[in-house]
T-cell receptor, first 115, second 112 residues
């Protein structure tokens, strides 16, 4: 497919478990963003990559959250020692270039539920 | 402190009528504004955008108006169709390829 894909679509974790969420951006897209969307809220920024470089991680809520994009394509968001407040939909978005008018294309999200 | 506010959580409109969704922002550095549409279990899909140098952008049934002095934008859908029923998010960013700042969304229901 030509769009952004994310896996898994749904993840249930016990509190304290580590999870890894994958994002496959649109081929050739330079920029990749991760957002967290809590129930009833809009998406909130977590982190941003330009190719393999993580240029902004100011939105990561704690040091339990870690993201990487080692080859400038696929990205993984890892959450260590999950807590109930981590339950949310995690959205990945990619955009073609670097200018502000480039729209961001979103994947379907991974719904994480921490019990 | 919410920088992008959508004060109406929901809106119900009859098919064929105009839907008007509103958005206010507080950050005067924002210079690019977007509307996204979201269906359940899907990611947000880009709908329409406007740069701060314009006050109106039109694309088919969708028009976005920007009032910079009031820090207010609105999305007009006319005529509204049942397939427009979704959650609409207003988003903004400042210059460059910066992260989007989203509102909480407005759920639009178009009744046949």
């Amino acid at each position: 497919g030509a769009g952004v894909s994310q896996s898994p679509r749904y993840k249930v974790a016990k509190r304290g478990q580590d999870v890894a969420l994958r994002c496959d951006p649109i081929s050739g897209h330079v920029s990749l963003f991760w957002y967290q969307q809590a129930l009833g809220q809009g998406p909130e920024f977590l982190t941003y990559f330009q190719n393999e470089a993580q240029l902004d991680k100011s939105g990561l809520p704690s040091d339990r959250f870690f993201a990487e994009r080692p080859e400038g394509s696929v990205s993984t968001l890892k959450i260590q020692r999950t807590q109930q407040e981590d339950s949310a939909v995690y959205l990945c978005a990619s955009s073609r270039g670097l200018v502000s008018e480039n729209e961001q294309f979103f994947g379907p999200g991974t719904r994480l539920t921490v019990l | 402190d919410q920088q992008v506010k959508q004060n109406s959580p929901s809106l119900s409109v009859q098919e064929g009528r105009i839907s008007i969704l509103n958005c206010d922002y507080t950050n005067s550095m924002f210079d690019y504004f977007l509307w996204y549409k979201k269906y359940p279990a899907e990611g947000p899909t880009f709908l329409i955008s406007i740069s701060s140098i314009k006050d109106k952008n039109e694309d088919g049934r969708f028009t976005v108006f920007l009032n910079k002095s009031a820090k207010h934008l609105s999305l007009h859908i006319v005529p509204s169709q049942p397939g427009d029923s979704a959650v609409y998010f207003c988003a903004a960013r400042d210059s460059g390829n910066t992260p989007l700042v989203f509102g909480k969304g407005t759920r639009l229901s178009v009744i046949a």
